[in-house]
């Protein structure tokens, strides 16, 4: 069974350019999860979505971070524009929604210049 | 505020040799408590659940213990390998569903020959 699918893996950008992350969930997986873990940290949640709906955005900033999950399958995470503190792993993970478990993708990894 | 403390920040063993890392929490109310293992470069992997009511819970070389009435969990590794070196992450859960986490900032395991 394959995991959770993230891309691009790394990515490099200039500060003011915008960047966007792209997940595909486990199959059957209602819940998915963006996380931003900084280097030595644990990862901090952005966002959950329930489908399609976003149930917990309490901690996006949402100034310059957006995201969205087109038919509640695959997501996309943006950030426009990127500042130099946006440099961190962007991981995103899924869960079926009552199941503990969150499977985590390789993450991508920015690197604002 | 809900917090996840882990000790020590990092850890150099020999090959062969088993160590304990430590988890300290104030999440309340609490559901279950969660080690990952991240490996560089990769998302987080669970290795163990543990509820309330259990006290200790092994997954081959991998045993956790949980006190929850002193909030502290622990990971022994016995007869370390290489393929140990990661970061092990320390998640307490609020909810059944698992959708209240709180990550604990790591643990980075290096393991030499």
């Known amino acids: 069974e394959a995991g959770v699918v993230q891309s691009p893996r790394y990515k490099i950008i200039e500060k003011k350019q915008p960047v966007a992350f792209w997940c595909n969930p486990i199959s059957g997986h209602n819940t998915l999860y963006w996380y931003r873990q900084n280097l030595g940290q644990g990862p901090e949640l952005l966002i959950r979505y329930e489908n399609e709906e976003a149930v917990d955005d309490s901690q996006l900033p949402k100034d310059r971070f957006s995201a969205e999950r087109l038919k509640g399958v695959d997501s996309t995470l943006k950030i426009q524009p990127a500042e130099l503190g946006d440099s961190a792993v962007y991981l995103c993970?899924?869960?079926?929604?009552?199941?503990?478990?969150?499977?985590f993708g390789p993450g991508t990894r920015l690197t604002v210049l | 505020k809900n917090q996840v403390e882990q000790s020590p920040q990092s850890l150099i063993i020999l090959e062969g040799k088993n160590c304990t890392l430590q988890?300290?929490?104030?999440?309340?109310?609490?559901?279950?408590l969660r080690w990952y293992k991240q490996d560089t470069g990769r998302g987080p992997v669970s290795l163990t659940i543990?509820?309330?009511?259990?006290n200790t819970k092994s997954n081959g070389r991998y045993t956790a213990t949980l006190d929850a009435d002193t909030k502290q969990s622990s990971l022994h590794i016995t007869a370390s390998q290489l393929s140990d070196s990661a970061s092990y992450i320390c998640v307490v859960s609020e909810d059944n569903a698992g959708n209240m986490l709180t990550f604990g900032g790591g643990t980075r395991l290096m393991v030499k020959p």
């Open positions: 543990m509820t309330f009511s259990e």
């Open positions: 988890c300290n929490y104030t999440v309340s109310p609490f559901s279950n």
């Open positions: 993970a899924s869960s079926l929604v009552l199941e503990d478990t969150q499977y």
